[in-house]
């Protein structure tokens, strides 16, 4: 079974109405084998604001070393997004599995009128999976109410419930008292509920749950007495207004414990939620304040509130109902600009009118429509903000041509907002989340590799895989844009391959597009004049570095941002060599060498006479095994020798986790922070943005915090690329210029021997990132593969990086400086022999 195909299953159930109770779901879990029963969950109901708690939650439990699974509803571009663990996307290979499994289940049940439905079949893929995973917890978001809800399937050792207003009430009930009661049935048998409910609902929530732990604003208690103790919550939250742009200061107190520290999701309701959200961590784990404020600053929950840019500002924010607007206008009122250009998509059984009153006035709109059948017509949008006085309406077809149009209208000075829907958001997202990929094709066997990725039937693979021989693009679109350009490239004697999804389909679809270069440029200058089909012309343009008017982006596109550093780095116009000097006792090949400051200088020294380009400073082992080094240690071993070797002709890296040290290191005089962690800490974004610091971020997903966790991959090269473009995305949003990053693969982290070699070998398709990338194999087990003991290495190195260089890596890391150097630039002269010429 292909990927799309167990998709198409799942959301076929779609067409079974619900039911109340969970014995559909218990049901099915049964035919799995009740993978659920040595499971710990966690179960978070409420109106509102549910599914940013279960994040914060999942993140600050992860800080503390368990390993947690995360189930959200919707998604936004994938269904793959709804089901994670430790932060990762369940498998395309596990979803075909999982339908495999229950297939005959379901078309049974099916027979009888009794199927899951789609709600309660992807409940249980989710429990499947966090059991075949061995999670330590897994943190549920309840779909609707919660007693008869899906998930309640489990018994939480912890659960809460965020807010209460009047929704779903031909199921839940008329009151909001009704409706908190039907919510409450989520309370943990053996732990008090925790909610951010107050008033006169509350007792209605007592009367199901019993004990409950009260959340709510510092000064606001439930009575006329305000913070008295028989009415002030439990858990006090303050909320301190935006720290910068993209994040807002919180302080949560209790009677024995406190936490100051800033979420990334702005908003007085999401203080709240982060006093829920750490007084449900604390119950389940021994959560220290540092692990807390850290959890919660890393709990990132794309599309709501969420700023992309500043020059102009822009804010994506799912906002799908008149409460959600009016949020939304509270804290978009804490930002100033000059001109507001909304972007608006919707759903046609929302309260527009009512959306658009509580938005803040816009100076120009463009209303558009997301790829669904469920989607308003923009005509009909358009009227209502016609009707609602607004100076300026237009209308386009697609959400991502009207974002387009929107950033070329907008000055530096103005916002553009993108809301409506978190489907009209996803789309919008897509422009800085979606990578047309490059295939390498040497011969028929790539080909079928490229299509194969692609979840293509095999009976496609077997009749393209003579055509991808030249130029062949992966990208992934929504289904009606996929078909309309697969015409198109048809007929210009080119081909196109979806991956099966019928027009209308709501999950998008992955394309293998396949062509000679002038085909190429044809289909992009036919697209370019295509309504709803602009923003794909030019992104695949982009990934083929096609000219035309398509890929000129306007000068206020934050996706392609103007460089502004002062200097240029040294592998942008070659690959350069970054030399590795750690003073560390204990790294895995050159521990205890160089940790004297004299030695270390001397041999950075030997660096530089051997036309290193970067020497990499690094004062914390990340062999598996190796025991973490303090702050104030760390700074001590590595800010000497920054000191010592400032003034040679040569850029400086510092090699850390911690921002606290990156910083120091900036100060002392290095050029360029290296963090192999891919920005876990939450303050070094911003630390290189503050310093104008060129930025390395490395794909690792958790393989410091556990070197023994295995990880699947459906395709090792596109899923790295597709983690890390959420990485990288974060750097953005912090301020980091884009010309400042650079990406590592993360060669030998979480990755097998195999897999490793697989990266070098498909070195290329990490262009489609845009950034410059580093390789750093330097004598590691990957070479066990073809043989070479630790103490072999150095020649399997010095071969790897001139096939890195080869395939057009920007930056090598390596231990052994004038070996690699020499293997570097025969790479070169091989390629272009006039160019790379170092003996003129």
């Not at 027009?503 to 370019?528: I, K």
Request: with cysteine; glycine share 8%; charged share 25%.
């Amino acid at each position: 079974m292909e990927y799309h195909e167990a998709a198409d299953v799942l959301f076929g159930l779609r067409r079974f109405r619900p039911k109340p109770g969970t014995a559909s779901t218990a049901q099915l879990l049964a035919t799995l084998d009740d993978p659920h029963e040595d499971v710990a969950f966690v179960q978070v109901a409420g109106s509102n604001g549910k599914g940013s708690t279960a994040r914060m939650v999942e993140q600050t439990l992860r800080e503390t070393g368990l390993s947690v699974g995360l189930y959200t509803s919707p998604h936004l571009e994938d269904l793959r997004e709804r089901v994670q663990v430790d932060g990762r996307k369940i498998p395309r290979s596990a979803v075909c599995a999982y339908v495999e499994s229950v297939h005959d289940y379901l078309t049974e049940q099916a027979a009888d009128g009794n199927s899951p439905t789609f709600f309660e079949a992807m409940t249980a893929m989710a429990i499947w999976q966090f059991g075949r995973e061995n999670v330590d917890v897994a943190v549920l978001e309840v779909g609707i109410g919660g007693r008869y809800d899906a998930t309640s399937v489990v018994d939480p050792v912890a659960s809460a419930v965020t807010s209460v207003t009047l929704e779903h009430t031909g199921i839940l009930g008329e009151t909001e008292a009704e409706i908190a009661r039907d919510k409450a049935h989520v309370a943990p048998a053996d732990a008090p509920l925790v909610t951010g409910v107050t008033g006169p609902v509350l007792e209605s929530i007592r009367e199901v749950a019993g004990e409950v732990v009260t959340v709510g604003t510092r000064g606001g208690g439930q009575g006329a007495d305000g913070d008295d103790e028989t009415t002030a919550p439990d858990v006090r939250v303050e909320y301190g207004g935006r720290a910068n742009h993209t994040e807002a200061a919180v302080s949560i107190d209790a009677d024995d414990w406190s936490v100051s520290t800033q979420i990334p999701l702005p908003g007085t309701h999401q203080a709240e939620n982060a006093g829920i959200a750490a007084a449900l961590a604390r119950q389940i784990a021994d959560v220290s304040t540092d692990e807390l404020a850290r959890g919660l600053r890393n709990a990132h929950w794309p599309g709501r509130f969420e700023v992309l840019d500043t020059e102009p500002l822009v804010v994506l924010d799912g906002a799908h109902n008149p409460g959600a607007c009016e949020q939304l206008a509270a804290t978009l009122g804490t930002y100033e600009f000059d001109d507001l250009h909304l972007v608006f998509g919707a759903m046609h059984d929302k309260d527009h009118r009512e959306m658009v009153a509580a938005l803040p006035t816009p100076d120009a709109v463009i209303t558009a429509e997301p790829g669904l059948d469920r989607a308003e017509d923009r005509d009909v949008l358009a009227t209502v903000f016609d009707d609602a006085g607004t100076a300026q309406v237009k209308t386009t077809r697609s959400v991502p041509d009207a974002l387009s149009q929107a950033l070329a209208d907008a000055g530096p000075d103005d916002c553009v907002l993108v809301t409506g829907s978190l489907f009209a958001v996803a789309e919008a997202r897509s422009r800085w989340t979606t990578t047309g990929i490059t295939k390498r094709i040497r011969d028929r066997s790539d080909a079928r590799n490229a299509l194969e990725s692609a979840q293509v039937s095999d009976a496609d693979v077997d009749r393209f895989d003579g055509e991808a021989v030249h130029r062949v693009v992966k990208t992934n679109l929504q289904s009606s844009q996929a078909n309309r350009l697969r015409t198109e490239l048809v007929r210009l004697g080119g081909e196109c391959v979806v991956s099966g999804a019928e027009d209308g389909h709501e999950e998008r679809v992955d394309a293998v597009l396949m062509g000679t270069l002038a085909q190429f440029e044809q289909l992009v200058s036919t697209l370019d004049r295509e309504d709803g089909l602009e923003t794909v012309a030019r992104e695949i343009g982009e990934t083929l570095g096609l000219e035309s008017a398509a890929t000129a982006a306007p000068e206020s596109d934050t996706a392609t941002a103007t460089p502004t550093s002062a200097e240029t780095p040294p592998w942008a116009d070659r690959t350069a060599v970054m030399g590795i000097l750690n003073v560390t006792p204990d790294s895995f090949h050159d521990g205890g060498e160089f940790d004297a400051l004299e030695d270390a200088v001397e041999r950075a020294e030997a660096m530089v006479a051997a036309d290193v380009d970067v020497i990499d400073i690094g004062g914390e082992s990340t062999r598996p095994g190796a025991e973490p080094v303090p702050v104030e240690e760390e700074i001590e071993r590595v800010v000497p020798v920054i000191e010592r070797i400032a003034d040679l002709d040569v850029a400086i890296s510092i090699d850390t986790r911690k921002a606290v040290v990156a910083e120091a290191a900036l100060e002392a005089g290095a050029d360029i922070i290296n963090d192999v962690s891919g920005l876990e800490d939450p303050e070094m974004r911003f630390v290189a943005a503050e310093h104008d610091a060129g930025l390395i971020v490395m794909h690792s997903i958790d393989s410091i915090v556990d070197p023994d966790r295995e990880v699947t991959y459906d395709d090792v090269v596109e899923d790295v690329i597709d983690q890390l473009s959420d990485r990288l995305l974060l750097a953005e949003k912090a301020g980091v210029d884009r010309e400042q990053i650079v990406v590592d693969p993360g060669i030998g982290f979480g990755k097998s021997a195999a897999e490793s070699f697989e990266i070098l070998d498909r070195l290329e398709e990490f262009c489609a990132l845009g950034y410059p990338v580093l390789v750093g194999h330097s004598h590691k087990s990957m070479f066990a593969h073809v043989g070479q003991g630790p103490d072999e290495r150095r020649d399997a190195t010095v071969a790897a990086s001139a096939l890195a260089a080869d395939r057009g890596a920007d930056l090598i890391r390596v231990h052994d400086v004038p070996e690699n150097v020499a293997a570097v630039r025969t790479a070169l002269a091989a390629r272009d022999p006039e160019r790379f010429d170092w003996e003129s």
